[in-house]
Protein backbone atom coordinates (compact mmCIF):
# COMPACT_ATOMS: atom_id res chain seq x y z
CA UNK A 1 0.00 0.00 0.00
CA UNK A 2 1.54 3.36 -0.75
CA UNK A 3 -0.17 6.20 -0.32
CA UNK A 4 1.39 9.83 -1.91
CA UNK A 5 -0.25 13.07 -1.77
CA UNK A 6 0.74 14.92 -5.38
CA UNK A 7 -1.43 18.37 -5.20
CA UNK A 8 -1.14 20.14 -1.86
CA UNK A 9 -1.13 23.75 -1.52
CA UNK A 10 -2.04 24.77 1.93
CA UNK A 11 -1.22 28.00 2.11
CA UNK A 12 -3.92 28.63 -0.87
CA UNK A 13 -7.44 29.59 1.87
CA UNK A 14 -9.62 27.38 -0.40
CA UNK A 15 -6.98 24.01 -0.79
CA UNK A 16 -6.73 24.72 2.82
CA UNK A 17 -10.71 24.49 3.54
CA UNK A 18 -11.85 22.25 1.53
CA UNK A 19 -9.02 19.68 2.07
CA UNK A 20 -6.14 20.39 3.40
CA UNK A 21 -6.92 21.36 7.28
CA UNK A 22 -8.34 17.66 7.65
CA UNK A 23 -5.73 15.64 5.90
CA UNK A 24 -3.10 18.09 7.61
CA UNK A 25 -4.72 16.68 11.15
CA UNK A 26 -4.57 13.79 10.93
CA UNK A 27 -1.18 13.24 9.72
CA UNK A 28 -0.79 15.40 13.12
CA UNK A 29 -2.42 13.14 15.33
CA UNK A 30 -0.82 9.68 14.44
CA UNK A 31 2.49 12.09 13.87
CA UNK A 32 2.21 13.03 17.97
CA UNK A 33 1.12 9.13 18.99
CA UNK A 34 4.58 8.04 17.61
CA UNK A 35 6.84 10.88 18.24
CA UNK A 36 5.02 10.49 21.86
CA UNK A 37 6.23 6.92 22.48
CA UNK A 38 10.32 8.15 20.71
CA UNK A 39 10.25 10.51 23.92
CA UNK A 40 8.82 7.93 26.08
CA UNK A 41 12.46 5.36 25.30
CA UNK A 42 14.50 8.17 24.74
CA UNK A 43 13.98 9.51 28.25
CA UNK A 44 13.31 5.50 29.93
CA UNK A 45 16.89 5.76 31.68
CA UNK A 46 16.16 8.84 33.66
CA UNK A 47 13.88 6.59 35.97
CA UNK A 48 16.16 3.57 35.20
CA UNK A 49 18.91 5.06 36.85
CA UNK A 50 17.74 6.14 39.74
CA UNK A 51 16.20 2.28 40.43
CA UNK A 52 19.66 1.02 39.73
CA UNK A 53 20.82 0.79 43.45
CA UNK A 54 21.34 -3.10 43.49
CA UNK A 55 24.36 -2.70 41.01
CA UNK A 56 26.16 0.08 43.34
CA UNK A 57 26.90 2.65 40.40
CA UNK A 58 28.37 6.28 41.53
CA UNK A 59 26.38 9.60 40.64
CA UNK A 60 28.88 10.47 38.01
CA UNK A 61 28.56 6.71 36.54
CA UNK A 62 24.01 6.78 36.67
CA UNK A 63 25.09 10.69 35.01
CA UNK A 64 26.52 8.77 32.25
CA UNK A 65 23.13 6.28 31.56
CA UNK A 66 21.16 9.49 31.65
CA UNK A 67 23.52 11.29 29.39
CA UNK A 68 24.20 9.09 26.83
CA UNK A 69 20.82 8.19 24.91
CA UNK A 70 21.00 12.30 25.24
CA UNK A 71 24.14 12.31 23.04
CA UNK A 72 23.14 9.96 20.61
CA UNK A 73 19.61 11.03 20.12
CA UNK A 74 20.94 14.22 19.10
CA UNK A 75 23.24 13.25 16.80
CA UNK A 76 20.60 11.06 15.11
CA UNK A 77 18.42 13.97 14.78
CA UNK A 78 20.50 15.30 11.46
CA UNK A 79 20.01 11.91 9.18
CA UNK A 80 16.12 11.82 11.06
CA UNK A 81 15.77 14.87 9.73
CA UNK A 82 16.28 14.20 5.67
CA UNK A 83 14.20 10.91 6.29
CA UNK A 84 10.66 12.56 5.24
CA UNK A 85 12.18 13.92 2.38
CA UNK A 86 13.71 10.89 0.95
CA UNK A 87 11.29 8.32 1.60
CA UNK A 88 8.31 10.26 2.37
CA UNK A 89 6.80 11.39 5.80
CA UNK A 90 4.64 8.20 6.46
CA UNK A 91 6.91 5.62 5.56
CA UNK A 92 9.54 7.35 8.00
CA UNK A 93 7.26 7.56 10.57
CA UNK A 94 6.49 3.41 10.45
CA UNK A 95 10.42 2.89 10.26
CA UNK A 96 11.46 5.04 13.18
CA UNK A 97 8.76 3.62 15.30
CA UNK A 98 9.69 0.00 14.63
CA UNK A 99 13.33 1.21 16.07
CA UNK A 100 12.20 1.76 18.89
CA UNK A 101 11.85 -1.97 19.67
CA UNK A 102 15.46 -2.54 19.95
CA UNK A 103 16.46 0.03 23.64
CA UNK A 104 12.77 -1.49 24.41
CA UNK A 105 13.83 -5.08 24.77
CA UNK A 106 17.39 -4.78 25.35
CA UNK A 107 16.80 -2.89 28.87
CA UNK A 108 14.56 -5.96 29.62
CA UNK A 109 17.03 -8.33 29.19
CA UNK A 110 19.64 -6.14 30.64
CA UNK A 111 18.22 -5.18 34.02
CA UNK A 112 16.75 -9.33 34.08
CA UNK A 113 20.36 -9.84 35.26
CA UNK A 114 22.42 -8.96 38.36
CA UNK A 115 25.36 -9.62 36.03
CA UNK A 116 24.43 -7.24 34.08
CA UNK A 117 28.02 -5.38 33.64
CA UNK A 118 27.83 -1.65 33.25
CA UNK A 119 29.68 -1.18 29.81
CA UNK A 120 26.82 -3.14 28.21
CA UNK A 121 24.32 -1.01 30.49
CA UNK A 122 26.26 2.33 28.26
CA UNK A 123 25.58 0.50 25.22
CA UNK A 124 22.31 -0.38 25.72
CA UNK A 125 21.17 2.81 26.96
CA UNK A 126 22.70 4.30 23.79
CA UNK A 127 20.43 2.47 21.53
CA UNK A 128 17.79 4.68 23.37
CA UNK A 129 19.10 7.63 21.45
CA UNK A 130 16.37 5.78 18.51
CA UNK A 131 13.67 7.59 20.41
CA UNK A 132 15.30 11.44 20.30
CA UNK A 133 15.60 11.27 16.20
CA UNK A 134 11.61 11.12 16.04
CA UNK A 135 11.27 14.54 16.46
CA UNK A 136 13.21 16.07 14.18
CA UNK A 137 11.80 13.42 11.81
CA UNK A 138 8.27 14.31 12.75
CA UNK A 139 8.93 18.17 13.22
CA UNK A 140 10.36 18.47 9.69
CA UNK A 141 7.38 16.31 7.76
CA UNK A 142 4.36 18.11 9.98
CA UNK A 143 6.22 21.44 8.75
CA UNK A 144 5.12 21.59 5.11
CA UNK A 145 1.31 19.81 6.10
CA UNK A 146 0.13 23.27 7.04
CA UNK A 147 0.31 27.09 6.14
CA UNK A 148 3.20 29.63 7.43
CA UNK A 149 0.54 31.12 9.52
CA UNK A 150 -0.58 28.13 11.37
CA UNK A 151 2.72 26.44 12.13
CA UNK A 152 3.60 27.83 15.42
CA UNK A 153 0.74 26.14 16.89
CA UNK A 154 0.73 23.07 14.98
CA UNK A 155 4.45 22.71 15.30
CA UNK A 156 4.08 23.71 19.17
CA UNK A 157 1.40 20.71 19.40
CA UNK A 158 3.11 18.20 17.65
CA UNK A 159 6.21 19.11 19.62
CA UNK A 160 4.24 19.16 22.81
CA UNK A 161 3.04 16.07 22.36
CA UNK A 162 6.04 13.98 22.20
CA UNK A 163 7.45 16.57 25.17
CA UNK A 164 5.02 15.15 26.95
CA UNK A 165 6.16 11.57 26.54
CA UNK A 166 8.93 12.44 29.40
CA UNK A 167 6.32 12.48 31.58
CA UNK A 168 4.41 9.43 30.86
CA UNK A 169 7.79 8.41 31.62
CA UNK A 170 7.98 9.44 34.83
CA UNK A 171 4.50 9.25 36.11
CA UNK A 172 3.80 5.71 34.81
CA UNK A 173 7.19 3.74 35.41
CA UNK A 174 7.79 3.75 39.02
CA UNK A 175 4.78 2.84 39.34
CA UNK A 176 5.02 -0.75 36.60
CA UNK A 177 8.37 -1.01 38.39
CA UNK A 178 7.12 -0.81 41.54
CA UNK A 179 4.58 -3.15 40.68
CA UNK A 180 6.14 -6.09 38.12
CA UNK A 181 9.86 -5.53 38.34
CA UNK A 182 12.34 -3.29 36.70
CA UNK A 183 12.51 -5.39 33.79
CA UNK A 184 8.50 -4.25 32.80
CA UNK A 185 10.50 -0.69 32.03
CA UNK A 186 11.67 -2.13 28.76
CA UNK A 187 8.95 -5.00 28.28
CA UNK A 188 6.02 -2.61 28.60
CA UNK A 189 6.22 0.17 25.47
CA UNK A 190 6.66 -2.71 23.00
CA UNK A 191 2.73 -3.52 22.16
CA UNK A 192 1.98 0.62 22.29
CA UNK A 193 5.48 0.76 19.38
CA UNK A 194 3.95 -2.12 17.25
CA UNK A 195 0.43 -0.06 17.81
CA UNK A 196 1.99 3.49 16.55
CA UNK A 197 4.14 2.09 13.40
CA UNK A 198 0.56 0.01 12.50
CA UNK A 199 -1.18 3.77 12.71
CA UNK A 200 1.47 5.28 10.88
CA UNK A 201 1.06 3.19 7.86
CA UNK A 202 -2.58 3.15 7.73
CA UNK A 203 -3.34 6.55 8.23
CA UNK A 204 -0.44 9.03 7.63
CA UNK A 205 0.69 10.29 4.22
CA UNK A 206 3.50 11.09 2.20
CA UNK A 207 3.76 14.06 0.23
CA UNK A 208 5.25 14.26 -3.10
CA UNK A 209 6.34 18.21 -2.51
CA UNK A 210 8.43 17.30 0.54
CA UNK A 211 10.71 15.38 -1.57
CA UNK A 212 14.05 16.80 -1.57
CA UNK A 213 17.57 15.55 -1.95
CA UNK A 214 20.23 15.17 1.39
CA UNK A 215 22.42 17.30 -0.89
CA UNK A 216 20.09 20.08 -1.18
CA UNK A 217 19.22 19.67 2.33
CA UNK A 218 22.28 19.99 3.67
CA UNK A 219 23.13 23.68 1.72
CA UNK A 220 21.05 24.96 5.02
CA UNK A 221 24.01 24.37 7.01
CA UNK A 222 26.08 27.04 4.84
CA UNK A 223 23.57 29.81 6.32
CA UNK A 224 24.66 31.66 9.78
CA UNK A 225 21.01 31.62 11.05
CA UNK A 226 20.76 28.44 11.36
CA UNK A 227 23.59 27.91 13.52
CA UNK A 228 22.29 31.09 15.59
CA UNK A 229 18.98 29.47 15.92
CA UNK A 230 21.10 26.13 17.10
CA UNK A 231 22.68 28.28 19.86
CA UNK A 232 19.59 29.47 20.92
CA UNK A 233 17.67 25.67 20.91
CA UNK A 234 20.38 24.72 23.26
CA UNK A 235 19.24 27.07 25.67
CA UNK A 236 15.34 26.03 25.24
CA UNK A 237 15.13 22.50 24.00
CA UNK A 238 18.03 21.25 25.49
CA UNK A 239 17.23 22.63 29.06
CA UNK A 240 14.13 21.03 28.81
CA UNK A 241 15.39 17.61 27.84
CA UNK A 242 18.54 18.08 29.96
CA UNK A 243 16.46 19.24 33.34
CA UNK A 244 13.77 16.24 32.24
CA UNK A 245 16.44 13.51 32.41
CA UNK A 246 18.40 14.88 35.49
CA UNK A 247 15.84 15.86 37.91
CA UNK A 248 14.75 12.47 39.18
CA UNK A 249 18.66 11.37 39.83
CA UNK A 250 19.10 15.48 40.91
CA UNK A 251 16.45 14.99 43.47
CA UNK A 252 17.44 11.66 44.67
CA UNK A 253 20.67 12.50 45.49
CA UNK A 254 20.17 15.73 46.88
CA UNK A 255 16.91 14.42 48.69
CA UNK A 256 17.76 10.85 49.38
CA UNK A 257 14.27 10.66 51.56
CA UNK A 258 12.05 12.81 49.33
CA UNK A 259 8.78 11.94 47.54
CA UNK A 260 10.79 12.52 44.10
CA UNK A 261 9.84 9.45 42.26
CA UNK A 262 6.38 10.49 42.58
CA UNK A 263 6.27 14.18 41.27
CA UNK A 264 8.86 13.88 39.26
CA UNK A 265 6.67 13.53 36.10
CA UNK A 266 5.38 16.98 36.86
CA UNK A 267 8.09 19.34 35.37
CA UNK A 268 7.87 17.21 31.75
CA UNK A 269 4.34 17.76 31.97
CA UNK A 270 4.05 21.67 32.55
CA UNK A 271 6.59 22.45 30.17
CA UNK A 272 5.58 19.97 27.40
CA UNK A 273 1.98 21.77 27.61
CA UNK A 274 2.70 24.90 27.88
CA UNK A 275 4.93 24.66 24.42
CA UNK A 276 2.01 25.84 22.19
CA UNK A 277 1.67 28.62 24.57
CA UNK A 278 4.79 29.66 23.07
CA UNK A 279 4.17 28.88 19.49
CA UNK A 280 0.82 30.58 20.23
CA UNK A 281 2.33 34.02 22.05
CA UNK A 282 4.96 34.16 18.70
CA UNK A 283 2.02 33.97 16.27
CA UNK A 284 0.59 37.26 17.98
CA UNK A 285 3.82 39.38 19.34
CA UNK A 286 6.63 37.88 17.46
CA UNK A 287 9.07 35.23 18.08
CA UNK A 288 12.53 37.05 18.89
CA UNK A 289 10.41 38.90 21.66
CA UNK A 290 8.81 35.89 23.86
CA UNK A 291 12.13 34.02 23.32
CA UNK A 292 14.28 37.15 25.03
CA UNK A 293 12.31 37.68 28.35
CA UNK A 294 12.07 34.29 28.04
CA UNK A 295 15.49 33.75 28.74
CA UNK A 296 15.94 36.40 31.15
CA UNK A 297 12.90 34.16 33.30
CA UNK A 298 15.71 31.19 32.43
CA UNK A 299 17.95 32.70 34.26
CA UNK A 300 16.37 33.65 37.21
CA UNK A 301 14.91 30.52 37.42
CA UNK A 302 18.62 28.60 37.43
CA UNK A 303 19.59 31.26 40.58
CA UNK A 304 16.25 30.04 42.27
CA UNK A 305 17.07 26.17 41.71
CA UNK A 306 20.51 27.03 43.24
CA UNK A 307 19.29 28.83 46.53
CA UNK A 308 16.65 26.29 47.55
CA UNK A 309 18.80 23.55 46.49
CA UNK A 310 21.81 24.47 49.15
CA UNK A 311 18.22 25.33 51.82
CA UNK A 312 17.66 22.39 52.00
CA UNK A 313 13.92 22.14 51.23
CA UNK A 314 12.94 19.70 48.88
CA UNK A 315 9.64 21.44 47.75
CA UNK A 316 10.64 24.93 47.23
CA UNK A 317 13.48 23.07 45.26
CA UNK A 318 10.31 21.43 43.35
CA UNK A 319 8.54 24.53 42.81
CA UNK A 320 12.13 26.36 41.82
CA UNK A 321 12.61 23.80 38.91
CA UNK A 322 8.67 23.95 37.58
CA UNK A 323 9.76 27.50 37.19
CA UNK A 324 12.63 26.12 34.38
CA UNK A 325 10.66 23.48 33.48
CA UNK A 326 7.57 26.95 32.33
CA UNK A 327 10.45 28.77 30.89
CA UNK A 328 11.54 26.02 28.48
CA UNK A 329 8.59 25.18 27.42
CA UNK A 330 7.62 28.39 26.02
CA UNK A 331 11.08 29.22 24.64
CA UNK A 332 10.47 25.70 22.84
CA UNK A 333 7.87 27.07 21.21
CA UNK A 334 8.67 30.29 20.61
CA UNK A 335 12.21 29.41 18.48
CA UNK A 336 10.60 26.77 16.67
CA UNK A 337 8.00 29.27 15.70
CA UNK A 338 11.11 31.77 14.47
CA UNK A 339 12.56 28.96 12.09
CA UNK A 340 10.14 29.11 8.98
CA UNK A 341 9.56 33.17 9.34
CA UNK A 342 13.64 33.30 9.44
CA UNK A 343 14.07 31.24 6.27
CA UNK A 344 10.85 32.46 4.46
CA UNK A 345 12.37 35.74 4.84
CA UNK A 346 15.74 34.82 3.65
CA UNK A 347 14.27 32.84 0.56
CA UNK A 348 12.55 35.89 -0.19
CA UNK A 349 15.43 37.97 0.08
CA UNK A 350 17.56 35.61 -2.41
CA UNK A 351 14.54 35.25 -4.87
CA UNK A 352 14.48 39.10 -4.37
CA UNK A 353 10.39 38.65 -4.73
CA UNK A 354 8.02 36.66 -2.22
CA UNK A 355 6.68 34.31 -5.25
CA UNK A 356 5.35 30.98 -4.68
CA UNK A 357 8.94 29.32 -5.77
CA UNK A 358 10.90 31.48 -2.86
CA UNK A 359 7.63 30.45 -0.04
CA UNK A 360 8.86 26.74 -1.31
CA UNK A 361 12.21 26.78 -0.81
CA UNK A 362 11.78 28.80 2.44
CA UNK A 363 10.11 25.78 3.76
CA UNK A 364 12.66 23.39 2.41
CA UNK A 365 15.10 25.54 3.96
CA UNK A 366 13.54 25.40 7.25
CA UNK A 367 12.66 21.56 7.28
CA UNK A 368 16.18 21.34 6.87
CA UNK A 369 17.63 23.21 9.33
CA UNK A 370 15.07 21.74 11.60
CA UNK A 371 17.44 18.49 11.68
CA UNK A 372 20.32 20.49 12.25
CA UNK A 373 18.76 22.98 15.02
CA UNK A 374 16.74 19.91 16.99
CA UNK A 375 20.03 17.72 16.84
CA UNK A 376 22.31 20.47 18.47
CA UNK A 377 19.34 21.56 20.67
CA UNK A 378 18.97 17.75 21.67
CA UNK A 379 22.87 18.04 22.75
CA UNK A 380 22.05 20.25 25.51
CA UNK A 381 20.63 17.54 27.23
CA UNK A 382 24.02 15.55 26.93
CA UNK A 383 25.69 18.88 28.62
CA UNK A 384 23.60 19.09 31.20
CA UNK A 385 23.25 15.76 32.51
CA UNK A 386 26.88 15.42 32.14
CA UNK A 387 27.68 19.09 33.91
CA UNK A 388 25.65 17.44 37.09
CA UNK A 389 27.51 14.58 37.31
CA UNK A 390 31.37 16.10 37.15
CA UNK A 391 29.67 18.90 39.61
CA UNK A 392 28.92 16.15 41.68
CA UNK A 393 32.11 14.00 41.45
CA UNK A 394 34.24 17.42 41.91
CA UNK A 395 32.23 19.05 44.85
CA UNK A 396 29.68 16.62 45.99
CA UNK A 397 26.56 19.14 44.88
CA UNK A 398 24.80 20.84 41.57
CA UNK A 399 26.20 24.61 42.16
CA UNK A 400 29.20 24.68 39.81
CA UNK A 401 26.37 23.24 36.83
CA UNK A 402 23.86 25.50 37.98
CA UNK A 403 26.33 28.68 38.12
CA UNK A 404 27.46 27.66 34.13
CA UNK A 405 23.76 27.68 32.87
CA UNK A 406 22.81 30.97 34.31
CA UNK A 407 25.64 32.18 32.56
CA UNK A 408 24.43 30.29 29.47
CA UNK A 409 21.44 31.78 29.88
CA UNK A 410 22.43 35.49 29.93
CA UNK A 411 24.57 34.61 26.75
CA UNK A 412 21.41 33.32 24.87
CA UNK A 413 19.69 36.35 25.54
CA UNK A 414 22.26 38.63 24.50
CA UNK A 415 22.62 36.71 21.01
CA UNK A 416 18.53 37.01 20.48
CA UNK A 417 18.46 40.79 20.74
CA UNK A 418 21.92 41.34 18.71
CA UNK A 419 20.19 38.86 16.29
CA UNK A 420 17.03 39.71 16.12
CA UNK A 421 15.76 42.50 18.09
CA UNK A 422 18.42 45.31 18.12
CA UNK A 423 17.06 48.53 15.29
CA UNK A 424 19.19 49.24 12.47
CA UNK A 425 17.66 53.11 12.18
CA UNK A 426 14.09 52.68 12.81
CA UNK A 427 13.78 48.79 11.49
CA UNK A 428 15.33 45.74 12.96
CA UNK A 429 18.13 43.77 11.64
CA UNK A 430 17.67 44.60 8.03
CA UNK A 431 17.59 40.89 6.07
CA UNK A 432 14.75 39.86 8.73
CA UNK A 433 13.41 43.52 8.97
CA UNK A 434 9.80 42.26 7.16
CA UNK A 435 9.90 38.21 9.22
CA UNK A 436 7.88 37.66 11.82
CA UNK A 437 10.47 36.49 14.36
Not at 27 to 54: M, Q, R
Not at 345 to 364: D, P, Q, T, Y
Amino acid sequence: MTRWITDWRPDEAAFWESTGKRVARRNLVFSIFAEHLGFTVWTLWSIVAAKLGAYEFTTDQLFWLVALPNLVGSALRIPYTFGPARFGGRNFTVVSALLLLIPAALLGVAVSSPDTPYWLFLVIAATAGFGGGNFASSMANITYFYPQSKQGSALGLNAAGGNIGVSSVQLVMPLVIGAFGLAAAGWFWIPLIVVAAACAWWFMDNLAVAKASPREQLKVAGKGQTWVMSFLYIGTFGSFIGYSTAFPLLAKSLFPGSPWASVAFAGPLVGSLIRPVGGWLSDRLGGAPVTLWNFAAMGAGVLLVWLTSAAGNFWLFFLSFLLLFVTAGIGNGSTYRMIPAIFRAKAVEERGEESEAAIALGKRWASAAVGIISAVGAFGGFLINRAFGMSFAATGSPGSALAAFGLFYVACFAVTWWCYMRTVGVSRVPSLAHARV
